[in-house]
């Protein structure tokens, strides 16, 4: 499986992803990001999105994010 998103269903930032891929009918894996524990703050989310926001979305070799 190539695209893994890191989030959360609960944050509409990752659902909005999650409706996009679910249109599109896309295999991908939700890795859950614990936003209550500040899991996004942390230094192995931060590798993903050093802006420490959710979601991030990793292709491969590529990993997108976003910044508010
Ligand atoms: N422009 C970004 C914004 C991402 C964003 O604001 N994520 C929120 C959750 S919906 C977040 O991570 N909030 C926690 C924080 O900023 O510490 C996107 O749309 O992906």
Sequence with gaps: MALKLYGSAMST??????????????????VPVDLF?????????????????IPALEDCDLT???KL
């Design 37 to 53: 524990a500040g899991k996004h703050k942390q230094p192995p989310f931060l590798a993903k999105n050093p802006f420490g926001q």
């Design 13 to 30: 930032c990752t659902s909005r992803v999650l409706t996009c891929f679910h249109e599109k009918s896309l295999d991908f894996e939700l």
């Design 64 to 66: 997108l994010f976003g």
